[in-house]
Structures are given as C-alpha cells and as structure tokens.
C-alpha cells in the first residue's frame, strides 16, 4: 500500500523560502511519476510541480524559476524547494504519486490531477506580506 507523507510546511514572510518533503513507503517512487499540488482556500487543486522517471520536470508558469522538484531516490523522498514566495503561494500542498513512467499530454504533463493514484494529507503552506 502507498503512503506518502509530506513535511516541511509552515508560516513564511514574502520573499522567503521553505523546502517540502515527501517521503514514499510501499512505492519505488524512483521508476514513477510524482508530483506537487497545491490547493488555495476556495479554489480548486492545481498543479504545481512534476517529475517523471527520466528526471524530466514540468512546472507552472507561477512558480517557473522559484519553485525546484527534486527527489533522493536513496531515501524514496521527493522535494519541492520553493524560494522567493509569494502570499499567492499560501495554500496546502500535497504530494502525488503515480504508476506512470512519464508525463502525458492527455494529464497535463504531470500536472492534471487525474493521472495520480496516490495522496498525501497535505502540509500548509502560510506566505504573509
């Protein structure tokens, strides 16, 4: 069974930085696609990060340049190092995982919600001005 768990949340001032985590039990995370979401209070969950098994990343254009997925498939955990934030950046974020190997158009290139399997519960994410 898949478990995923994030970290790494918390209260920042604008311009600051937090790196989430996202550790995998009960999946090889290395040979799939996983993903970062995030969900604003009253708006729908969106995409913001993915990676595939070649190590290719897609993003959304809000966090091109300031947001970095990352993984260490030594310790089946995923990252999302997140740098100059903004309060648009407050929401909870959650971790994903797939049974794919590769981003697909028809899912937004691992940025659609329905490709993924798996979810965590979420860690939040306060961004204040």
């Known amino acids: 069974q898949v478990q995923l768990v994030e970290s790494g949340g918390g209260s920042v001032q604008v311009g600051g930085s937090l790196r989430l985590s996202c550790a995998a039990s009960g999946y090889d995370r290395s040979k799939y696609v996983m993903g970062w979401f995030r969900q604003a209070p009253g708006k729908e969950r969106e995409g913001v990060a993915a990676?595939?098994?070649?190590?290719?990343?897609n993003y959304i254009d809000s966090v091109k340049g300031r947001f970095t997925i990352s993984r260490d498939n030594a310790k089946n955990t995923l990252y999302l190092q997140m740098n100059s934030l903004k309060p648009e950046d407050t929401a909870m974020y959650y971790c994903?995982?797939?049974?794919?190997?590769?981003?697909?158009?028809?899912?937004?290139?691992?940025?659609?919600?329905?490709?993924?399997?798996?979810w965590g519960e979420g860690t939040r994410v306060t961004v204040s001005s």
């Open positions: 990676i595939d098994s070649d190590g290719r990343t």
């Open positions: 994903a995982a797939d049974l794919s190997l590769y981003f697909s158009p028809s899912h937004g290139y691992g940025l659609g919600t329905s490709q993924y399997c798996c």
